[in-house]
């Protein structure tokens, strides 16, 4: 009897067949850097047939969508819960940034897709909101710093555009580096002391 129970209990907390092909896609990227990912190869490593991926996902365009909705949702809730906290200018740009790298680091598949990588050959529609999801992250910095200039909390000399695009350079330039090191190189390594450079040369720091 209790075998039975357990039995159940294992399907009730089984993860939803989508979840688990997507699991299985941003494992396959991750182990398989530089290669493309097929149906084919995707359904053998979920241990289903390439038709019963299809009545989960219309498309393979709508698998790769999944894990970018998944990217958005983690990166943007935590960069809300960051800007909740009491914090310098300087130290938001520092938290949000080092928090990407963080992601990427802990889910290196997935770093494939935020760099497009994975993507190329792929619809065109999922290049462009990994565009935009790179947009909104600039966006959001170009607003701590021009309330930061307001406040008065930051010198009035710094240029905004010019600092958060050398800011978003460094960070897509080490999650490059991450990539091509097949995932050998951590994001983060050194990451403070590049961030103290940074912000004393972009007028962020405070000392």
């Not at 905004?160 to 897509?172: D, F, K, P, S």
Request: net charge positive; aromatic share 6%; charged share 20%.
């Amino acid at each position: 009897m209790n075998g039975l129970l357990n039995a159940k209990a294992a399907v009730v907390n089984r993860p939803p067949r989508s979840q688990l092909i997507l699991e299985a896609l941003a494992h396959e990227l991750e182990t398989k850097p530089g290669q493309r990912i097929t149906t084919a190869g995707l359904a053998r490593a979920v241990g289903v047939s390439e038709a019963a991926l299809y009545r989960h996902f219309p498309s393979k365009a709508k698998m790769f969508e999944g894990l970018i909705v998944f990217i958005e949702d983690s990166v943007f809730s935590l960069i809300n819960k960051i800007l909740e906290e009491p914090a310098s200018p300087a130290q938001h740009c520092e938290k949000i940034l080092g928090m990407v790298l963080g992601f990427a680091e802990k889910n290196p598949g997935m770093t494939r897709i935020m760099l497009g990588d994975a993507l190329i050959g792929e619809n065109e529609r999922l290049r462009l909101r990994i565009s935009q999801f790179y947009d909104r992250i600039e966006t959001q910095l170009k607003q701590i710093l021009r309330e930061g200039k307001l406040s008065g909390a930051l010198s009035g000399d710094i240029r905004v555009q010019v600092v958060v695009n050398m800011l978003m350079a460094v960070v897509e330039g080490r999650l490059n580096q991450f990539v091509r090191s097949g995932f050998t190189r951590s994001p983060m390594d050194k990451w403070s002391e590049q961030w103290q450079m940074l912000a004393a040369c972009s007028l962020l720091s405070t000392s």
